[in-house]
């Protein structure tokens, strides 16, 4: 036991020495770990935040909600769009709620981004408040306060959202009347409907078909139809493309990791053969210089691998974004369930790229000590 220890001691001091000796072999494993972990903690944690943003948004959405959202830009749409949602509303098992979503975002005085809304004459059930009103919260209820619309100041009294305004809405909302965004709606505008059917999650199905039926029929290219099932199926989509990236990041990128691994301690070990066949003459056996080598990948690889997953979260917000994950998903980012449920598969890649890299050394600590030597 005591001559293990003293063996593993001095194989530790030999590996702070020659890093000391030659910093430039681990600063290359480094590198090349920083590299990899970024790119895989990246494309990992845009799936975990887009998977995270789908589950609470079938949560907020409800097993019986039905979500309508029809993009206009002419009269002649919002007639047709007025027959489908007098369609719905004449239903005895539904209730319907239509409001107007103005292409402008509104900043709140604390520099906040809210998204606006406002009514149409002949949309049903809109029990909003007809006073300017933002709706959060993150604000206690009757505060008045103002937002700023295209330039313009707008007094607003806070409110707290109702349950089906968050159907459609993951952040603050402001509900202005038409007459201070008329010109922002008469270019464009899209009414959202939000359809809460009485007769369970059965139903919803089978109108939510019917609904996407009839758009078909009448071929409402500008109209889409969410309901919980296109969430799910959505979901199970995300689920199956996130499965084939974690498959290609722990054989994809392992086995570059391994090349590049490989090539390094290929070179370390043909600089010190002589030194490694004299320690084995000595009674060292091969498997602990073998080990010496692993563990000399591995420290620098997990080290490097923490910064690395450290930094791309908390750059998430700014790198997210540039490879199409929206920001209102990053809400649902949770760093401790990411590590927990992705974790592994760094962790697989990084194991399983510095254990390839380090089998030339174990192939080439076959050869006898004599020929090394002679």
Do not use: C
């Not at 030999?14 to 920083?34: C, F, G, Y």
């Not at 998204?115 to 049903?124: A, F, H, R, S």
């Not at 089978?206 to 029929?217: F, G, M, N, P, V």
């Amino acid at each position: 036991m005591k001559s293990l220890f003293s063996t593993t001691w001095f194989l530790v001091e030999d590996i702070v020495r020659r890093w000391i000796e030659n910093p430039l072999s681990p600063l290359a494993k480094m590198t090349i770990t920083l590299v990899l972990v970024t790119i895989a903690s990246t494309v990992l944690l845009s799936f975990h935040v887009s998977e995270k943003a789908i589950e609470d948004q079938i949560v907020r959405f409800g097993a019986s909600s039905l979500v309508l959202r029809e993009h206009h830009s002419n009269v002649n749409q919002r007639q047709r769009s007025t027959r489908m949602v007098d369609f719905l509303r004449a239903r005895p098992d539904v209730d319907i709620v239509s409001v107007v979503a103005v292409p402008t975002t509104a900043r709140t005085e604390f520099r906040t981004t809210a998204q606006v809304l406002t009514t149409l004459e002949g949309l049903p059930g809109n029990t909003l408040n007809q006073v300017p009103t933002l709706y959060s919260d993150a604000y206690t209820a009757g505060v008045r306060t103002a937002v700023f619309v295209q330039g313009n100041r707008i007094p607003v009294v806070t409110q707290a959202a109702p349950d089906w305004l968050k159907r459609i809405a993951s952040g603050d909302v402001v509900h202005l009347p038409y007459s201070l965004v008329h010109e922002a709606v008469d270019q464009a505008y899209e009414v959202i409907s939000v359809v809460e059917v009485k007769g369970g999650p059965t139903v919803a199905a089978t109108l939510a078909a019917s609904i996407q039926s009839l758009i078909e029929l009448e071929d409402r290219q500008r109209t889409r139809l969410f309901s919980p099932e296109s969430l799910f199926n959505e979901l199970e989509q995300l689920r199956r493309d996130q499965s084939l990236w974690q498959l290609a990041i722990v054989w994809g990128m392992g086995l570059a990791m391994a090349i590049v691994l490989s090539v390094i301690s290929l070179m370390e070990y043909k600089q010190r053969e002589f030194y490694a066949a004299l320690l084995r003459s000595l009674g060292m056996h091969a498997g602990l210089i073998y080990l010496r080598y692993l563990v000399e990948a591995l420290i620098p690889t997990f080290l490097i691998a923490g910064v690395a997953l450290y930094l791309v979260v908390s750059m998430s917000s700014a790198v997210l974004p540039s490879i199409g994950v929206e920001l209102s998903a990053l809400g649902s980012l949770d760093l401790d369930t990411f590590v927990a449920e992705e974790g592994i598969y760094l962790a697989a890649f990084l194991i399983l790229g510095s254990f390839i890299g380090s089998l030339p050394v174990a192939v080439l600590l076959r050869k006898p000590v004599g020929k090394v030597m002679a």
